[in-house]
């Protein structure tokens, strides 16, 4: 069982005890963002919490308490994951109900006040400066599923997959904080591509997905031209979030031969603003999907269970009746043939740097069965077989007012629930006219 904590924490609260998940939030009676953790339904600023002393008990953090008033993650993960952990643990036996350090904050009414306060009095950003994202493509059920709809179920599996890890690179310029608009993209797009002779029309997307994924915050990095071995990687992983990778399929559809994603993704990423650190999932860890090839050394997991037993789910909020419907229900276990360890590993072979803030997207994570499969794109067999909503209304692709919302938590009550915030986005009509 958890330990209790002095704060009033509900049972069922995704920040409980065991998570302290780490963000960037603007305070009341403040304009600068600052570094902050959740806990209940509280936020702790840590900006005004390491000025008051707060830190006194860490003494590996003492010359390094400036990285909490910063407007990003960057500094604090460029410490490492070791030290980020021990602010975790130590913050851990801040608020728990049988503290040894009661005067830094249980007992201390006006630090509280100054710096506890309610999630609902907050305004979150993201939570790193971003300078690069990689979006690997690790859910193997997606990848076969995709495959299959665009090539046939012989040719659904390239064979590079079955030894590397694939990826695109993204645009960091376009990624969002939950609670952000998106708006439908325009684009290229042709309406029978398996006519003998294309020609494409320029309109707004027609066929606007979401894609369900985990995204992967590095800490560390490497120098120019070295690598981080499979060895190493776990000690750059900082954290997660969810990514819903927003996806203009016939935009995709036409363009992504040969060189892969363009247009049909750069435009929009929503992640969740709060970052749950790697150490917190540490007791959740699970075996994946077996995967079906033979990897070179350099590749190698040390361990079987490379991902999380982490429960997944998407709801859609009809933009026309306001109605709520839960979509997608899945485990990250389910889903992914590739690991964050492995994803680094070969993003760095080549000498590729890596640093602090770059973010690392999972692939869409889909399970077996159509309840379970994480984008429309493989639940509506691509538009051809509409889902249900609730109240009646169906959906083949997403709709102008339609906001998705991606939720994910481990544990239990009893243990405490390890949870992340929402990633959501409604979806704006298009721009009346494109020049």
């Given at each position: 069982?958890?330990?209790?904590?002095?704060?009033?924490?509900?049972?069922?609260s995704r920040f409980s005890l065991a998570n302290i998940p780490f963000g960037i939030a603007t305070f009341p009676n403040s304009e600068k963002p600052t570094v902050a953790v959740a806990i209940g339904d509280y936020a702790l600023n840590l900006a005004v919490f390491a000025l008051h002393d707060g830190f006194s008990q860490l003494a590996e953090i003492q010359a390094h308490v400036g990285v909490f008033d910063k407007q990003s993650l960057n500094g604090l993960a460029a410490l490492g994951r070791s030290l980020s952990g021990a602010v975790r643990r130590y913050l851990q036996d801040i608020f728990r109900g049988?503290?040894?350090?009661?005067?830094?904050?249980?007992?201390?009414?006006?630090?509280?006040?100054?710096?506890?306060?309610?999630?609902?009095?907050?305004?979150?950003?993201?939570?790193?400066?971003?300078?690069?994202?990689?979006?690997?493509?690790?859910?193997?059920?997606?990848?076969?599923?995709?495959?299959?709809?665009?090539?046939?179920?012989?040719?659904?599996?390239?064979?590079?997959?079955?030894?590397?890890?694939?990826?695109?690179?993204?645009?960091?310029?376009?990624?969002?904080?939950?609670?952000?608009?998106?708006?439908?993209?325009?684009?290229?797009?042709?309406?029978?591509?398996?006519?003998?002779?294309?020609?494409?029309?320029?309109?707004?997307?027609?066929?606007?997905?979401?894609?369900?994924?985990?995204?992967?915050?590095?800490?560390?990095?490497?120098?120019?031209?070295?690598?981080?071995?499979?060895?190493?990687?776990?000690?750059?992983?900082?954290?997660?979030?969810?990514?819903?990778?927003?996806?203009?399929?016939?935009?995709?559809?036409?363009?992504?031969?040969?060189?892969?994603?363009?247009?049909?993704?750069?435009?929009?990423?929503?992640?969740?603003?709060?970052?749950?650190?790697?150490?917190?999932?540490?007791?959740?860890?699970?075996?994946?999907?077996?995967?079906?090839?033979?990897?070179?050394?350099?590749?190698?997991?040390?361990?079987?269970?490379?991902?999380?037993?982490?429960?997944?789910?998407?709801?859609?909020?009809?933009?026309?009746?306001?109605?709520?419907?839960?979509?997608?229900?899945?485990?990250?276990?389910?889903?992914?043939?590739?690991?964050?360890?492995?994803?680094?590993?070969?993003?760095?072979?080549?000498?590729?740097?890596?640093?602090?803030?770059?973010?690392?997207?999972?692939?869409?994570?889909?399970?077996?069965?159509?309840?379970?499969?994480?984008?429309?794109?493989?639940?509506?067999?691509?538009?051809?077989?509409?889902?249900?909503?609730?109240?009646?209304?169906?959906?083949?692709?997403?709709?102008?007012?339609?906001?998705?919302?991606?939720?994910?938590?481990?544990?239990?009550?009893?243990?405490?629930?390890?949870?992340?915030?929402?990633?959501?986005?409604?979806?704006?009509?298009?721009?009346?006219?494109?020049?």
């Amino acid at each position: 069982m958890a330990p209790s904590s002095w704060l009033d924490i509900a049972s069922d609260s995704r920040f409980s005890l065991a998570n302290i998940p780490f963000g960037i939030a603007t305070f009341p009676n403040s304009e600068k963002p600052t570094v902050a953790v959740a806990i209940g339904d509280y936020a702790l600023n840590l900006a005004v919490f390491a000025l008051h002393d707060g830190f006194s008990q860490l003494a590996e953090i003492q010359a390094h308490v400036g990285v909490f008033d910063k407007q990003s993650l960057n500094g604090l993960a460029a410490l490492g994951r070791s030290l980020s952990g021990a602010v975790r643990r130590y913050l851990q036996d801040i608020f728990r109900g049988d503290t040894p350090y009661p005067h830094l904050l249980k007992d201390n009414r006006e630090l509280r006040n100054q710096c506890l306060v309610p999630l609902t009095q907050i305004r979150m950003h993201l939570p790193f400066h971003i300078g690069d994202f990689s979006d690997f493509y690790g859910g193997m059920n997606h990848a076969y599923n995709a495959g299959a709809l665009f090539r046939g179920q012989n040719g659904a599996l390239l064979p590079n997959y079955l030894h590397l890890p694939m990826a695109y690179h993204g645009r960091s310029s376009s990624i969002f904080v939950s609670g952000t608009a998106v708006r439908r993209p325009w684009g290229q797009i042709v309406e029978d591509i398996t006519a003998a002779e294309k020609h494409p029309i320029f309109v707004p997307c027609r066929t606007m997905d979401f894609e369900l994924e985990l995204g992967c915050f590095v800490c560390g990095g490497n120098q120019p031209f070295d690598n981080i071995s499979i060895k190493e990687a776990e000690n750059n992983i900082f954290g997660f979030v969810l990514l819903n990778d927003w996806s203009a399929r016939d935009i995709q559809r036409w363009e992504y031969v040969p060189l892969g994603p363009f247009n049909g993704k750069n435009f929009a990423t929503t992640i969740s603003a709060w970052v749950v650190l790697a150490d917190a999932l540490e007791p959740f860890r699970k075996p994946g999907m077996k995967h079906p090839g033979t990897l070179l050394p350099y590749l190698q997991e040390q361990r079987e269970a490379f991902t999380y037993d982490l429960n997944l789910e998407v709801q859609l909020v009809s933009g026309s009746t306001k109605r709520k419907s839960t979509i997608c229900s899945t485990n990250a276990s389910d889903g992914l043939v590739w690991s964050f360890p492995q994803m680094l590993a070969h993003h760095t072979i080549t000498g590729c740097t890596m640093r602090a803030g770059d973010l690392l997207g999972s692939g869409t994570i889909s399970g077996e069965t159509t309840s379970s499969l994480g984008c429309l794109l493989e639940q509506t067999l691509n538009g051809k077989r509409p889902i249900q909503l609730e109240g009646g209304e169906q959906r083949a692709w997403l709709e102008d007012g339609d906001e998705v919302i991606l939720k994910a938590w481990a544990g239990n009550e009893m243990d405490g629930y390890v949870g992340f915030g929402d990633a959501a986005g409604v979806l704006l009509s298009a721009h009346k006219q494109i020049a």
